[in-house]
């Protein structure tokens, strides 16, 4: 019973490398997020998805990227990775948005950015 | 629009004494509504949710939380406190059918003494 699975659990980065933060699930969920959260703040949705090859920005998106080319899979793409990215990265999936529908969370990435 | 606002970032009790965590929100909807529990390391847990059912909520570990219109919030409550119980607390707001529009709180830490 995985759920949501996110790896790697731990990076560091030099300024101006790319990497890929991975996200899978195995509940068949249709909607997927990845969220940041820095110290002592909430969540700040960085992209979304509600099905595969659909996705949208999120209240955050700038230096990000991502693709939904399968139901389960929802990786995260830093192409030029800048300090302000020293953060903990979350995916949650969930069946839709909607009337009680919650969301489901990996164990995060933390990245820092040096 | 829709907000939502923990009023303590932080609360500290003794164990087997009383948990409140506060939580107002704003929405020109009836929203679902959530709580959710991060231990350290770890993602976020579903506490329990408002659905427009109950407006008492019964969730997991003896937490419960009552939906109040008039007063427009959701208060997270605990008999009786266990050590267990420390962790990052959120509070969340989730509109129907708009995966971006789901609000976190910022968070309350529970402590816990001895």
């Known amino acids: 019973n995985a759920g949501v699975t996110q790896t790697p659990k731990f990076r560091i980065l030099k300024i101006g490398q790319s990497m890929t933060l991975q996200c899978t699930q195995d509940?068949?969920?249709?909607?997927m997020y990845w969220y940041r959260q820095d110290p002592g703040m909430g969540l700040k949705l960085i992209y979304y998805?509600?099905?595969?090859?659909?996705?949208d920005k999120g209240e955050v998106p700038n230096g990000y990227n991502v693709s939904r080319s399968t139901t389960e899979d929802f990786p995260l793409r830093l192409e030029l990775a800048a300090p302000s990215q020293t953060s903990v990265y979350f995916c949650?999936?969930?069946?839709?948005?909607?009337?009680?529908?919650?969301?489901?969370f990996g164990d995060g990435t933390r990245l820092s950015i040096l | 629009a829709q907000s939502v606002t923990q009023l303590d970032s932080h609360v500290s009790v003794s164990e087997g004494t009383p948990v409140l965590l506060r939580c107002n929100y704003s929405?020109?909807?009836?929203?679902?509504l959530f709580w959710y529990v991060q231990h350290p390391n770890k993602g976020l847990q579903l506490l329990l949710k408002?659905?427009?059912?109950?407006?008492l909520v019964k969730g997991i570990n003896g937490f419960e939380a009552e939906f109040k219109k008039s007063e427009t919030s959701f208060h997270l409550t605990k008999p009786s406190a266990h050590m267990s119980d420390a962790a990052e607390y959120f509070c969340?707001?989730?509109?129907?059918?708009?995966?971006?529009?789901?609000?976190f709180g910022s968070g309350t830490r529970l402590s816990i003494r001895p």
């Open positions: 998805s509600v099905g595969a090859g659909i996705t």
């Open positions: 408002y659905t427009s059912a109950a407006t």
């Open positions: 509940m068949n969920h249709n909607y």
């Open positions: 949650a999936s969930s069946t839709m948005t909607g009337e009680g529908q919650p969301q489901h």
């Open positions: 929405s020109s909807y009836s929203p679902s």
């Open positions: 969340v707001v989730t509109p129907y059918s708009s995966a971006s529009k789901i609000i």
